[in-house]
Protein backbone atom coordinates (compact mmCIF):
# COMPACT_ATOMS: atom_id res chain seq x y z
CA UNK A 1 0.00 0.00 0.00
CA UNK A 2 3.07 2.27 0.79
CA UNK A 3 4.38 1.62 -2.38
CA UNK A 4 1.31 2.17 -4.34
CA UNK A 5 0.74 5.60 -2.56
CA UNK A 6 4.16 6.96 -3.17
CA UNK A 7 3.73 5.69 -6.86
CA UNK A 8 0.43 8.02 -6.87
CA UNK A 9 2.27 10.60 -5.40
CA UNK A 10 5.43 11.07 -7.46
CA UNK A 11 3.02 10.80 -10.37
CA UNK A 12 0.71 13.91 -9.01
CA UNK A 13 3.97 15.70 -8.77
CA UNK A 14 5.47 15.16 -11.99
CA UNK A 15 1.74 16.24 -13.62
CA UNK A 16 1.64 19.55 -11.16
CA UNK A 17 5.57 20.09 -12.48
CA UNK A 18 4.57 19.82 -16.34
CA UNK A 19 1.26 21.48 -15.76
CA UNK A 20 1.22 25.23 -16.84
CA UNK A 21 -1.17 27.38 -14.81
CA UNK A 22 -0.74 30.06 -16.43
CA UNK A 23 -0.81 33.63 -14.72
CA UNK A 24 -2.02 31.85 -11.40
CA UNK A 25 2.24 32.03 -11.17
CA UNK A 26 2.57 35.18 -11.27
CA UNK A 27 2.76 37.49 -7.77
CA UNK A 28 0.92 40.27 -9.48
CA UNK A 29 2.29 42.05 -5.97
CA UNK A 30 5.33 41.07 -6.18
CA UNK A 31 6.85 40.96 -9.62
CA UNK A 32 9.62 39.98 -10.73
CA UNK A 33 10.65 42.98 -13.42
CA UNK A 34 10.27 46.22 -12.81
CA UNK A 35 10.60 49.14 -14.59
CA UNK A 36 13.35 51.05 -12.85
CA UNK A 37 11.70 54.46 -13.39
CA UNK A 38 9.06 52.91 -10.79
CA UNK A 39 11.92 52.42 -8.37
CA UNK A 40 13.52 55.98 -8.85
CA UNK A 41 10.12 57.46 -7.83
CA UNK A 42 10.20 55.17 -5.16
CA UNK A 43 13.54 56.59 -3.79
CA UNK A 44 12.38 59.96 -4.70
CA UNK A 45 9.62 60.12 -2.55
CA UNK A 46 11.03 58.09 0.25
CA UNK A 47 13.77 61.00 0.56
CA UNK A 48 11.62 64.06 0.61
CA UNK A 49 9.44 62.48 2.50
CA UNK A 50 12.03 61.19 5.60
CA UNK A 51 13.76 65.00 5.17
CA UNK A 52 10.00 66.68 5.45
CA UNK A 53 8.38 64.63 7.93
CA UNK A 54 7.34 66.11 11.04
CA UNK A 55 6.59 62.32 12.78
CA UNK A 56 8.90 62.00 16.41
CA UNK A 57 9.63 58.67 15.81
CA UNK A 58 11.61 59.49 12.84
CA UNK A 59 12.20 63.14 11.96
CA UNK A 60 13.10 65.70 15.07
CA UNK A 61 15.17 68.12 13.63
CA UNK A 62 13.00 71.15 13.53
CA UNK A 63 13.10 70.78 17.82
CA UNK A 64 16.93 70.27 17.42
CA UNK A 65 17.32 73.02 15.73
CA UNK A 66 14.29 75.02 18.12
CA UNK A 67 11.94 76.39 15.37
CA UNK A 68 9.41 74.37 16.64
CA UNK A 69 8.65 72.81 20.60
CA UNK A 70 6.79 69.98 21.69
CA UNK A 71 3.04 70.73 24.03
CA UNK A 72 2.56 67.26 25.97
CA UNK A 73 5.18 64.85 24.99
CA UNK A 74 8.53 66.86 25.01
CA UNK A 75 10.58 63.52 25.20
CA UNK A 76 12.48 64.77 22.25
CA UNK A 77 12.39 68.71 23.17
CA UNK A 78 14.81 67.50 25.83
CA UNK A 79 17.36 65.36 23.77
CA UNK A 80 15.58 62.15 24.15
CA UNK A 81 16.31 60.24 21.12
CA UNK A 82 16.24 56.82 22.54
CA UNK A 83 12.66 56.04 24.04
CA UNK A 84 11.16 55.96 20.22
CA UNK A 85 13.81 54.47 18.60
CA UNK A 86 14.46 57.33 16.39
CA UNK A 87 17.78 56.55 15.48
CA UNK A 88 16.82 53.65 13.76
CA UNK A 89 14.16 54.44 12.49
CA UNK A 90 15.78 57.23 10.31
CA UNK A 91 18.52 55.19 9.65
CA UNK A 92 16.04 52.08 7.96
CA UNK A 93 14.04 54.09 6.10
CA UNK A 94 17.08 55.74 4.48
CA UNK A 95 18.98 52.40 3.76
CA UNK A 96 15.69 50.47 3.04
CA UNK A 97 13.03 53.15 1.51
CA UNK A 98 16.01 55.21 -0.31
CA UNK A 99 19.29 53.69 -0.92
CA UNK A 100 18.02 50.19 -1.86
CA UNK A 101 15.09 51.41 -4.45
CA UNK A 102 18.25 53.57 -5.73
CA UNK A 103 20.65 50.08 -5.88
CA UNK A 104 18.67 48.41 -7.51
CA UNK A 105 16.82 50.78 -9.83
CA UNK A 106 21.12 50.77 -10.90
CA UNK A 107 20.98 47.40 -11.81
CA UNK A 108 17.86 47.31 -14.26
CA UNK A 109 18.45 50.77 -16.02
CA UNK A 110 21.55 48.84 -18.77
CA UNK A 111 18.45 46.07 -18.70
CA UNK A 112 16.01 48.33 -20.49
CA UNK A 113 14.72 47.97 -24.26
CA UNK A 114 16.63 49.55 -27.46
CA UNK A 115 13.87 52.07 -27.54
CA UNK A 116 15.78 54.07 -24.52
CA UNK A 117 18.69 55.08 -25.79
CA UNK A 118 22.20 55.11 -24.52
CA UNK A 119 22.55 58.95 -23.85
CA UNK A 120 18.72 58.50 -21.58
CA UNK A 121 20.23 55.59 -19.79
CA UNK A 122 23.38 57.90 -18.69
CA UNK A 123 21.50 60.33 -17.81
CA UNK A 124 19.09 57.81 -15.79
CA UNK A 125 22.29 56.74 -14.10
CA UNK A 126 23.99 60.77 -13.28
CA UNK A 127 20.20 60.88 -11.85
CA UNK A 128 20.35 57.69 -9.51
CA UNK A 129 23.88 58.90 -8.72
CA UNK A 130 23.00 62.32 -7.39
CA UNK A 131 20.31 61.11 -5.14
CA UNK A 132 22.94 58.37 -3.92
CA UNK A 133 24.91 61.58 -3.13
CA UNK A 134 22.14 63.34 -1.18
CA UNK A 135 21.60 60.92 0.77
CA UNK A 136 24.61 59.35 1.79
CA UNK A 137 25.83 62.90 2.41
CA UNK A 138 22.70 63.22 4.95
CA UNK A 139 23.84 60.12 7.14
CA UNK A 140 27.08 61.21 7.08
CA UNK A 141 25.67 65.02 8.70
CA UNK A 142 23.73 62.34 10.98
CA UNK A 143 25.88 59.58 12.43
CA UNK A 144 29.29 60.08 11.30
CA UNK A 145 30.78 56.83 9.98
CA UNK A 146 28.02 54.79 8.09
CA UNK A 147 28.23 51.71 6.24
CA UNK A 148 28.99 52.43 2.23
CA UNK A 149 30.96 50.39 0.17
CA UNK A 150 29.32 47.09 1.97
CA UNK A 151 26.13 48.62 2.25
CA UNK A 152 23.26 47.40 0.55
CA UNK A 153 24.22 44.07 -0.36
CA UNK A 154 21.59 41.87 1.98
CA UNK A 155 23.94 38.68 1.92
CA UNK A 156 26.20 40.22 3.88
CA UNK A 157 24.69 41.22 7.24
CA UNK A 158 27.55 42.87 8.91
CA UNK A 159 28.77 45.61 6.81
CA UNK A 160 31.47 47.27 8.20
CA UNK A 161 31.70 51.38 8.59
CA UNK A 162 33.73 53.14 6.35
CA UNK A 163 35.38 56.70 7.07
CA UNK A 164 33.38 59.26 6.65
CA UNK A 165 35.84 61.62 5.65
CA UNK A 166 36.65 59.11 2.93
CA UNK A 167 32.82 58.67 2.45
CA UNK A 168 32.42 62.19 1.57
CA UNK A 169 35.92 62.07 -0.64
CA UNK A 170 34.20 59.67 -2.67
CA UNK A 171 31.16 61.23 -2.93
CA UNK A 172 32.16 64.51 -3.73
CA UNK A 173 34.42 62.13 -6.98
CA UNK A 174 30.70 60.38 -7.67
CA UNK A 175 28.84 63.62 -7.68
CA UNK A 176 31.24 65.76 -10.37
CA UNK A 177 30.88 62.63 -12.52
CA UNK A 178 27.26 62.49 -12.21
CA UNK A 179 27.07 66.03 -13.22
CA UNK A 180 29.41 66.02 -15.59
CA UNK A 181 27.85 62.81 -17.54
CA UNK A 182 24.51 64.59 -18.18
CA UNK A 183 23.39 65.12 -21.36
CA UNK A 184 20.68 68.09 -22.11
CA UNK A 185 20.17 66.93 -24.94
CA UNK A 186 18.24 64.00 -24.18
CA UNK A 187 15.69 62.61 -21.32
CA UNK A 188 16.44 60.71 -18.25
CA UNK A 189 13.45 58.92 -16.50
CA UNK A 190 10.73 61.09 -17.99
CA UNK A 191 7.53 61.61 -16.41
CA UNK A 192 8.42 59.26 -13.80
CA UNK A 193 11.16 61.19 -12.24
CA UNK A 194 8.60 63.26 -9.54
CA UNK A 195 11.17 65.99 -9.03
CA UNK A 196 11.48 67.16 -12.48
CA UNK A 197 9.72 65.11 -15.32
CA UNK A 198 13.15 64.05 -17.18
CA UNK A 199 14.25 67.48 -17.24
CA UNK A 200 18.07 67.11 -17.40
CA UNK A 201 18.73 71.05 -16.83
CA UNK A 202 17.05 71.02 -13.88
CA UNK A 203 19.18 67.51 -12.85
CA UNK A 204 22.25 69.72 -13.72
CA UNK A 205 20.91 72.50 -11.14
CA UNK A 206 20.33 70.10 -8.46
CA UNK A 207 23.36 68.48 -8.79
CA UNK A 208 25.54 71.79 -8.67
CA UNK A 209 23.46 72.82 -5.39
CA UNK A 210 24.08 70.02 -3.32
CA UNK A 211 28.23 70.28 -4.41
CA UNK A 212 27.93 73.74 -2.85
CA UNK A 213 26.23 72.13 0.26
CA UNK A 214 28.74 69.42 0.38
CA UNK A 215 31.60 71.83 -0.42
CA UNK A 216 30.71 74.30 2.45
CA UNK A 217 30.18 71.55 5.27
CA UNK A 218 34.04 70.67 4.22
CA UNK A 219 35.15 74.06 4.13
CA UNK A 220 37.10 73.55 7.60
CA UNK A 221 38.27 69.90 7.27
CA UNK A 222 39.41 69.98 3.79
CA UNK A 223 39.54 73.40 1.80
CA UNK A 224 41.41 72.75 -0.74
CA UNK A 225 38.53 70.76 -2.30
CA UNK A 226 35.70 72.51 -0.58
CA UNK A 227 37.66 75.62 -2.82
CA UNK A 228 37.79 73.66 -5.66
CA UNK A 229 33.70 72.57 -5.28
CA UNK A 230 31.93 75.54 -4.78
CA UNK A 231 34.22 77.50 -7.35
CA UNK A 232 33.22 75.36 -9.85
CA UNK A 233 29.51 74.69 -8.74
CA UNK A 234 28.50 78.36 -7.81
CA UNK A 235 27.91 79.40 -11.94
CA UNK A 236 25.56 76.00 -12.20
CA UNK A 237 23.54 76.44 -9.23
CA UNK A 238 20.70 78.06 -8.39
CA UNK A 239 20.55 81.78 -9.38
CA UNK A 240 17.44 83.07 -8.31
CA UNK A 241 14.24 82.19 -6.70
CA UNK A 242 12.66 80.79 -9.41
CA UNK A 243 15.25 78.00 -9.49
CA UNK A 244 14.26 76.76 -6.02
CA UNK A 245 14.39 73.11 -5.32
CA UNK A 246 10.82 72.54 -4.31
CA UNK A 247 9.10 69.06 -4.14
CA UNK A 248 5.23 69.65 -4.77
CA UNK A 249 3.05 67.79 -3.18
CA UNK A 250 -0.69 67.22 -3.98
CA UNK A 251 -3.91 67.83 -2.45
CA UNK A 252 -5.02 64.30 -2.31
CA UNK A 253 -3.64 61.07 -0.44
CA UNK A 254 -1.16 59.45 -0.49
CA UNK A 255 1.03 62.00 -1.94
CA UNK A 256 0.44 64.82 0.32
CA UNK A 257 2.33 66.82 2.74
CA UNK A 258 3.89 64.59 5.47
CA UNK A 259 3.26 67.53 7.56
CA UNK A 260 -0.24 67.55 6.81
CA UNK A 261 -0.50 64.13 7.73
CA UNK A 262 1.28 64.36 10.98
CA UNK A 263 -0.88 67.35 12.72
CA UNK A 264 -3.93 67.93 10.39
CA UNK A 265 -5.16 64.30 9.35
CA UNK A 266 -3.96 62.85 12.64
CA UNK A 267 -5.82 65.98 14.45
CA UNK A 268 -3.02 65.79 16.35
CA UNK A 269 -1.93 68.90 18.54
CA UNK A 270 1.99 67.95 19.42
CA UNK A 271 3.70 70.90 18.39
CA UNK A 272 4.21 75.01 18.87
CA UNK A 273 6.33 77.61 18.17
CA UNK A 274 9.54 77.55 20.01
CA UNK A 275 9.89 81.03 21.96
CA UNK A 276 13.71 80.62 20.66
CA UNK A 277 12.98 81.51 17.33
CA UNK A 278 10.01 83.10 17.81
CA UNK A 279 11.79 85.58 20.15
CA UNK A 280 15.32 86.12 18.10
CA UNK A 281 13.11 87.31 15.05
CA UNK A 282 10.50 89.47 17.07
CA UNK A 283 13.98 90.91 18.50
CA UNK A 284 14.91 92.06 14.84
CA UNK A 285 11.72 93.21 13.31
CA UNK A 286 11.51 90.41 11.29
CA UNK A 287 8.93 90.56 8.35
CA UNK A 288 8.63 86.93 8.24
CA UNK A 289 7.06 85.98 11.64
CA UNK A 290 3.25 85.99 10.77
CA UNK A 291 4.66 84.16 7.56
CA UNK A 292 6.10 81.51 9.78
CA UNK A 293 3.54 81.26 12.48
CA UNK A 294 -0.03 81.79 13.09
CA UNK A 295 -1.28 84.12 15.64
CA UNK A 296 -1.07 83.59 19.33
CA UNK A 297 -4.39 83.34 21.59
CA UNK A 298 -3.85 86.87 22.47
CA UNK A 299 -3.71 88.19 19.30
CA UNK A 300 0.26 88.43 18.85
CA UNK A 301 3.37 86.21 18.58
CA UNK A 302 5.06 83.88 20.84
CA UNK A 303 6.69 80.30 21.46
CA UNK A 304 6.30 77.77 23.90
CA UNK A 305 9.14 77.25 25.98
CA UNK A 306 11.63 74.98 24.59
CA UNK A 307 11.52 71.56 25.94
CA UNK A 308 8.82 72.48 28.40
CA UNK A 309 5.02 71.45 28.91
CA UNK A 310 3.33 73.53 26.28
CA UNK A 311 -0.40 74.79 25.83
CA UNK A 312 -1.35 74.39 22.50
CA UNK A 313 -4.09 76.93 22.17
CA UNK A 314 -1.80 79.65 24.16
CA UNK A 315 1.20 79.72 21.49
CA UNK A 316 1.59 80.48 18.04
CA UNK A 317 1.92 77.69 15.57
CA UNK A 318 3.05 76.82 12.32
CA UNK A 319 1.80 78.69 9.64
CA UNK A 320 -1.52 77.74 7.93
CA UNK A 321 0.32 77.68 4.66
CA UNK A 322 3.18 74.63 5.98
CA UNK A 323 0.23 72.28 7.00
CA UNK A 324 -1.91 72.41 3.38
CA UNK A 325 -1.76 69.11 1.89
CA UNK A 326 -0.37 70.68 -1.10
CA UNK A 327 2.60 72.52 0.64
CA UNK A 328 6.07 72.13 -1.18
CA UNK A 329 9.09 70.67 0.80
CA UNK A 330 12.48 72.77 -0.61
CA UNK A 331 15.43 70.42 -0.97
CA UNK A 332 17.50 73.73 -1.90
CA UNK A 333 17.05 77.40 -1.99
CA UNK A 334 18.67 80.57 -3.49
CA UNK A 335 18.78 82.05 -0.36
CA UNK A 336 20.85 79.07 1.13
CA UNK A 337 23.23 79.26 -2.32
CA UNK A 338 23.72 82.90 -1.12
CA UNK A 339 24.89 82.12 2.16
CA UNK A 340 27.04 79.67 0.99
CA UNK A 341 28.50 82.06 -1.61
CA UNK A 342 28.99 84.80 1.40
CA UNK A 343 30.92 82.59 3.57
CA UNK A 344 33.10 81.32 0.31
CA UNK A 345 33.86 84.74 0.17
CA UNK A 346 34.69 85.04 3.47
CA UNK A 347 37.25 81.92 3.14
CA UNK A 348 39.24 83.54 0.54
CA UNK A 349 36.88 81.62 -2.75
CA UNK A 350 36.32 83.31 -5.72
CA UNK A 351 32.74 83.16 -6.61
CA UNK A 352 32.12 86.56 -7.50
CA UNK A 353 30.38 89.62 -5.81
CA UNK A 354 31.25 90.73 -1.95
CA UNK A 355 30.29 88.80 0.91
CA UNK A 356 27.64 91.28 1.91
CA UNK A 357 26.03 91.51 -1.44
CA UNK A 358 25.62 87.35 -1.24
CA UNK A 359 24.19 87.91 2.51
CA UNK A 360 21.66 90.93 1.44
CA UNK A 361 20.83 88.50 -1.41
CA UNK A 362 20.02 85.54 1.06
CA UNK A 363 18.12 87.53 3.42
CA UNK A 364 15.82 89.17 0.35
CA UNK A 365 15.32 85.72 -1.39
CA UNK A 366 14.43 84.29 2.19
CA UNK A 367 11.40 87.12 3.22
CA UNK A 368 10.42 87.55 -0.83
CA UNK A 369 10.22 83.37 -1.12
CA UNK A 370 7.93 83.09 2.01
CA UNK A 371 5.81 85.86 0.43
CA UNK A 372 7.32 89.25 1.89
CA UNK A 373 8.26 92.11 -0.27
CA UNK A 374 11.38 93.89 -1.77
CA UNK A 375 10.74 96.62 0.57
CA UNK A 376 9.97 94.23 3.62
CA UNK A 377 13.76 93.15 2.85
CA UNK A 378 15.17 96.70 2.45
CA UNK A 379 13.76 97.92 5.74
CA UNK A 380 15.31 94.76 7.77
CA UNK A 381 18.31 94.81 6.25
CA UNK A 382 18.68 98.48 7.24
CA UNK A 383 18.82 97.49 10.69
CA UNK A 384 22.28 98.05 12.76
CA UNK A 385 21.33 94.33 14.10
CA UNK A 386 20.70 93.06 10.90
CA UNK A 387 23.05 95.00 8.39
CA UNK A 388 26.13 93.09 7.37
CA UNK A 389 28.48 95.69 8.52
CA UNK A 390 27.06 95.99 12.23
CA UNK A 391 25.66 93.06 12.49
CA UNK A 392 27.26 91.41 15.83
CA UNK A 393 30.06 88.75 15.44
CA UNK A 394 32.34 87.49 12.89
CA UNK A 395 31.12 86.56 9.32
CA UNK A 396 30.15 82.93 11.02
CA UNK A 397 27.74 84.23 13.37
CA UNK A 398 26.43 87.04 10.75
CA UNK A 399 25.61 84.59 8.35
CA UNK A 400 24.66 81.76 10.96
CA UNK A 401 21.75 83.62 12.72
CA UNK A 402 20.20 84.33 9.12
CA UNK A 403 20.98 81.25 7.89
CA UNK A 404 19.29 79.89 10.29
CA UNK A 405 15.86 81.76 10.18
CA UNK A 406 16.02 81.40 6.67
CA UNK A 407 15.93 77.29 6.85
CA UNK A 408 12.84 77.55 9.09
CA UNK A 409 10.96 74.17 8.36
CA UNK A 410 14.04 72.72 7.04
CA UNK A 411 15.12 71.60 10.20
CA UNK A 412 17.89 68.95 9.28
CA UNK A 413 19.81 71.34 7.20
CA UNK A 414 19.19 74.27 9.89
CA UNK A 415 20.43 71.50 13.08
CA UNK A 416 23.11 71.01 10.13
CA UNK A 417 24.41 74.35 10.23
CA UNK A 418 23.69 75.31 13.54
CA UNK A 419 26.19 72.27 14.38
CA UNK A 420 28.54 73.84 11.81
CA UNK A 421 28.89 77.46 12.19
CA UNK A 422 28.30 77.33 16.11
CA UNK A 423 25.40 80.12 15.54
CA UNK A 424 23.20 80.90 17.24
CA UNK A 425 24.00 79.69 20.57
CA UNK A 426 20.87 77.47 21.44
CA UNK A 427 20.09 77.05 25.21
CA UNK A 428 19.67 73.75 26.36
CA UNK A 429 16.30 72.73 27.43
CA UNK A 430 15.72 72.76 31.33
CA UNK A 431 14.88 68.90 31.51
CA UNK A 432 17.77 67.92 28.93
CA UNK A 433 18.33 64.64 29.10
CA UNK A 434 22.04 64.91 27.19
CA UNK A 435 24.24 67.97 25.92
CA UNK A 436 22.93 69.05 22.59
CA UNK A 437 23.25 66.30 19.91
CA UNK A 438 26.03 67.03 17.57
CA UNK A 439 24.66 63.38 16.03
CA UNK A 440 22.44 60.85 16.12
CA UNK A 441 23.50 58.03 17.81
CA UNK A 442 23.62 54.46 16.03
CA UNK A 443 20.74 52.10 16.02
CA UNK A 444 20.16 49.68 18.86
CA UNK A 445 19.79 46.66 16.26
CA UNK A 446 23.62 47.52 15.04
CA UNK A 447 24.67 47.53 18.48
CA UNK A 448 22.96 43.89 18.88
CA UNK A 449 22.97 42.73 15.02
CA UNK A 450 26.86 44.18 13.65
CA UNK A 451 28.05 44.35 17.52
CA UNK A 452 32.17 44.42 16.09
CA UNK A 453 31.57 47.13 13.39
CA UNK A 454 29.60 48.96 15.63
CA UNK A 455 31.89 48.78 18.30
CA UNK A 456 34.77 49.99 15.90
CA UNK A 457 32.78 52.84 14.66
CA UNK A 458 31.71 54.12 18.04
CA UNK A 459 35.33 53.99 18.98
CA UNK A 460 36.78 55.91 15.73
CA UNK A 461 33.80 59.05 15.89
CA UNK A 462 35.14 59.55 19.62
CA UNK A 463 32.28 57.53 21.30
CA UNK A 464 28.58 56.98 20.13
CA UNK A 465 26.95 59.73 22.06
CA UNK A 466 25.00 62.91 21.14
CA UNK A 467 27.09 65.24 22.18
CA UNK A 468 30.76 63.53 19.90
CA UNK A 469 31.03 66.61 17.47
CA UNK A 470 31.20 64.97 13.54
CA UNK A 471 34.53 65.09 11.64
CA UNK A 472 33.41 68.14 9.46
CA UNK A 473 32.23 69.89 12.86
CA UNK A 474 36.11 71.03 13.34
CA UNK A 475 35.49 74.42 15.51
Same mark, same amino acid.
Given at each position: ?????????????????????????????????????????????????????????????????????????????????????????????????????? $??? @?? &??? =??? %? *?? /?? +??????????????????????????????????????????????????? $??? @?? &??? =??? %? *?? /?? +??????????????????????????????????????????????????????????????????????????????????????????????????????????????????????????????????????????????????????????????????????????????????????????????????????????????????????????????????????????????????????????????????????????????????????????????????
Amino acid at each position: MKKILSLILLISLAYSCNKDFGDLNVDTKNPANVPPGTLFARAEKGLVDLMTSSNVNTNIFRMLAQQWTETTYIDEANYDLATRNITQNFWNTMYLNVLKSL $DET @NK &LIP =AQS %S *VV /TA +AQKANQTACVEMLNVYAYAAMVKTFGNVPYSEALDFTNLQPKYDDAAEIMV $DLS @NR &LDA =AIN %S *VN /TS +ADGFGSQDIFFGGDMNHWITFGNSLKMQIGILLADVDATRAKRMIEEASAGAIQSNADNIVFQYLSAPPNTNPIWVDLVQSGRKDFVAANTLVDAMAALNDPRVPLFFTVDAAGGYSGGIYGSNNNYSTYSKPADAILAPDFGSTLFSYAEMEFIRAEAIERGMSVGGTAEGHYNNAVTASIEEWGGSGADAATYLGQADVAYSTAAGDYKKKIGNQKWIALYNRGFDAWTEVRRLDAPSLVAPPDAVSGFPMRYTYPVQEQNLNTANYNAAAAAVGGDVVETKLYWDKF
